[in-house]
Each structure stands twice: as C-alpha cells, then as structure tokens.
C-alpha cells in the first residue's frame, strides 16, 4: 500500500513540475490568431471518466486520420496557455482528418473549474476525465511519457502511436508535428 502510495505522490510530483518546468519551453504564437471562439454553455459540457484503455478506445472510435491525445488539466497554466493553439488547429484540420481528444487530468473537486475552462475556449459537449491508477494510464498512452502536463500522444487510425511530447507548444510547433502525420506539408 505504501508503495502505491508513494508511486502515485512521485507522478503527481513529477505532473506537477513539468507543469511549471516547460511554461517557457515554447511560446505562444500570436500571429494570425483568429477572434476567441464563443463560449459554449457550461451545461453542454459533460465528462466521461475513463482510464488508459478507455483513451485508446475513444482514439480507435473516433474514424479520423490521425488523432491527438491531449492530456490537460485546469490548473495547469501551461495547458491553458496552449490550449487556444489546439482548438485552432483541431478546427482547421478536421477536413484533413485530425482530430482532438481532450483528457483532463483534473481531480474530482475541480471538474467545475474544467468545464468553464472549456467553455470559455468554446469546447462544448464531452470530454474525457482520466481516472483509475496514474502508472498504468501514462504507460498505456506513452510509456516514455513521464506524466508531465500538458502531454500529447498522436495517434494513427489505427490507434497506433506516431509521436508523443510532453510540455507547452507553440501553434507553429503543433502544426509541424501533426502535418507529416496527416501526410500534408501545406496549410489547410
């Protein structure tokens, strides 16, 4: 017992730096940003708790080309600061057949903090809420994944593994790494 315990404090610890350690890996790109999106109802957002299994299963469900896993959480500055660069980019390259699953990562007591963080970026609808034991979800989505948020898993059609990284990226640095995975090297 001692031992889950520990296990589960050391990948909260190491969540929680590499929060604040990769806020300044990257910034922001603020070039051609478009207008905020509109908020969306907190009521419309719902969360589907689910564990690492259950990720993989929502990536094979979805039907697109590639898709991103990103790993969030409300309290995380650098997930918030990256997550306007994603619903743009999930926006301008779903016709190309990307999708996002978000997957928050926040604890029971702040899902009301997550869904009006959701709502605010115009996310409305359902999300996923990790649950269950920390190891087996980060090694089932990425075993070189040390847990640090945000992290981001890009996924075949067939839920196969293409990439992964964990920290704060810029518009420009998401859009890179998802093109050769859509097999696209223009804009959409």
Aim: net charge negative; glycine share 10%.
């Amino acid at each position: 017992m001692k031992t889950t315990t520990l296990l589960a404090a050391v990948a909260l610890a190491a969540a929680l730096a590499g929060c604040r350690a990769e806020s300044s890996r990257e910034t922001h790109s603020t070039a051609e940003s478009p207008a905020a999106p509109a908020a969306v109802d907190t009521a419309s957002i719902s969360f589907t708790p689910v564990d690492g299994p259950g990720v993989l299963a929502a990536v094979k469900a979805g039907g697109a080309k590639v898709t991103l896993v990103n790993v969030w959480a409300s309290w995380c500055q650098p997930c918030r600061e990256e997550f306007p660069d994603l619903v743009r980019l999930a926006r301008e390259l779903e016709p190309q057949g990307f999708r996002i699953v978000f997957v928050s990562a926040d604890f029971p007591e702040d899902v009301p903090a997550a869904k009006s963080f959701l709502a605010e970026q115009g996310v409305g609808g359902p999300s996923l809420l990790k649950t269950g034991d920390d190891m087996q979800f980060i090694d089932t989505l990425d075993p070189a994944w040390s847990g640090a948020l945000p992290g981001s898993i890009l996924y075949d059609s067939g839920g196969r593994r293409i990439r992964s990284w964990e920290g704060k990226a810029s518009y420009d640095s998401l859009r890179a790494r998802i093109l050769p995975a859509l097999g696209s090297s223009s804009g959409a």
